[in-house]
């Protein structure tokens, strides 16, 4: 979907490295999330946020923090990567009940 | 949210209907039936949901019994473009959550 978008689309990086991916929206919707999903697996909620000053953690926040710089902007770091973080990863926004995913982001830690 | 279940695999010819089942016997009375798809890790896409009513959008059909304990997602002429994986989720509206299962992976054969 157009509305959302995910920088890098793709990104290699090293043990230990911080690394941001970024996500951008159009739809003007308060709410957005960051999902990553594992080969085979279906997706999982990482952190979500309602609006500019909210944000909370999903299921497997741990070694992941977030930014919500405007109502368009939701950010994802990794303070510290490590290799079990290789995964495809991505943003989502919302209104009350329909989810629109962006193209999602492949990082690879080696 | 309710736990559901979706067969692993199952393909049909192109042109013909495409029926997916889903089995949400623990569906709460609030909770809605919503199906995704994922087209070779794409970001998952919005298809339709419905509460108790059957539905009929551009894209598909979805079937609710009358128990709510299971749902059919019709795709009425499936397209080669349609081969992806579709996930059945269950619910609140107002719910943040999204929790994909495996999902069922859909082929369609010339």
């Known amino acids: 979907d157009a509305d959302v978008t995910q920088t890098p689309r793709n990104r290699i990086t090293k043990t230990g490295k911080r690394i941001m991916l970024e996500c951008s929206q159009t739809k003007g919707h308060d709410r957005m999330y960051w999902y990553r999903q594992d080969p085979g697996l279906g997706l999982r909620l990482i952190y979500y946020s309602f609006d500019v000053k909210d944000i909370n953690k999903g299921e497997i926040s741990d070694g992941y923090s977030v930014s919500r710089q405007a109502q368009a902007k939701f950010s994802l770091s990794l303070e510290s990567a490590i290799p079990n973080q290789t995964a495809l990863y991505f943003c989502?926004?919302?209104?009350?009940?329909?989810?629109?995913f962006g193209p999602g982001t492949r990082l690879t830690v080696l | 949210d309710a736990k559901t279940t979706q067969p692993t695999s199952m393909d049909c010819a192109e042109g013909r209907a495409a029926n997916l089942p889903c089995n949400h016997s623990t569906i709460s009375g609030n909770e809605y039936v919503y199906w995704y798809r994922q087209i070779h890790s794409q970001g998952p896409q919005y298809i339709i949901h419905?509460?108790?009513n059957n539905e009929t959008n551009e894209m598909a059909s979805l079937i609710i019994t009358e128990d709510r304990k299971s749902s059919t997602l019709i795709l009425p002429h499936a397209t080669l473009r349609d081969t992806a994986v579709y996930y059945c989720?269950?619910?609140?509206?107002?719910?943040?959550?999204?929790?994909f299962g495996s999902g069922t992976r859909l082929l369609v054969r010339p």
């Open positions: 989720i269950v619910r609140v509206d107002s719910s943040y959550k999204l929790i």
């Open positions: 419905g509460l108790k």
């Open positions: 989502a926004t919302s209104d009350f009940d329909t989810q629109y």
